[in-house]
């Protein structure tokens, strides 16, 4: 098993889910992680779980943030540099749905949903960008979904914020590239969460998020002279019809 040892990762959203699933993964192969989320409560528990499997419990920050604020973002890639000295990965999760018709979803709705899904993205790459171009290296993942490119009655500020993210995603990707930094985007199928309210139905034919979290953790380990960009995951044998 090859090791992150060493390495710092920043991963968005990660009190729960897919999240909090990449964060385990990375400290099991060695990084440090910084988890962050919205709210308080389940942040510290998500931090006091993975501070259990670390062999050290410097090995594990929580900062509290919400994507959509700029000055949150700065916050949070600032107390990793002063916390950890460096930073290696970002892994831009966090991410929200609301579901209602063009007609019918409010503005409030569609704004919280571009802000988080897509401009959150942003904000969190512009300000880590600096720190990995001064090392010369790096990872910055997104995590999109098959909904960018499968749309869906309903899903108009979700299915258009993941298929911006791609589009920005590949954009960022040719930046930065001769700078050392890698990005790629993963585009998740159906996974077993609470996203969507899911809970409680069968739904054991959808991905786990470990599932999503053994391909970041992949990619984080593939050799340096190729650039998987771009990855599509999807459930091995969905009902059918799905």
């Not at 600032?78 to 916390?83: A, L």
């Not at 970002?90 to 929200?96: E, T």
């Not at 997104?142 to 954009?171: D, R």
Request: proline share 4%; with cysteine.
């Amino acid at each position: 098993m090859m090791s992150l040892s060493g390495k710092i990762a920043v991963i968005t959203g990660s009190s729960e889910g897919i999240g909090y699933a990449v964060a385990r993964a990375l400290l099991t192969r060695g990084a440090s992680v910084v988890v962050t989320g919205t709210k308080q409560d389940k942040l510290t528990q998500a931090a006091v779980n993975l501070r259990k499997l670390a062999s050290s419990g410097e090995q594990v920050l929580a900062v509290q943030a919400d994507v959509r604020r700029y000055q949150d973002v700065e916050k949070l890639i600032e107390t990793t540099v002063t916390h950890f000295g460096s930073l290696d990965i970002l892994i831009n999760n966090a991410g929200i749905g609301v579901w209602g018709s063009v007609s019918e979803i409010s503005l409030d709705d569609w704004h919280a949903v571009l802000d988080t899904n897509l401009t959150g993205v942003f904000y969190c790459c512009r300000v880590a960008l600096p720190h990995l171009q001064k090392n010369n290296s790096g990872w910055i993942i997104n995590i999109s979904s098959l909904a960018s490119k499968n749309p869906f009655p309903g899903g108009s500020a979700y299915c258009a914020s993941k298929s911006a993210l791609n589009a920005f995603s590949e954009v960022l990707m040719q930046e930065v590239r001769h700078d050392g930094i890698r990005v790629a985007h993963v585009l998740p199928g159906s996974v077993k969460t609470n996203f969507r309210g899911q809970s409680g139905k069968n739904i054991d034919w959808k991905l786990s998020p470990e599932d999503v979290a053994e391909v970041v953790t992949d990619l984080l380990m593939h050799p340096a002279r190729s650039l998987p960009s771009r990855v599509e995951l999807r459930p091995s044998r969905p009902p059918r019809g799905n």
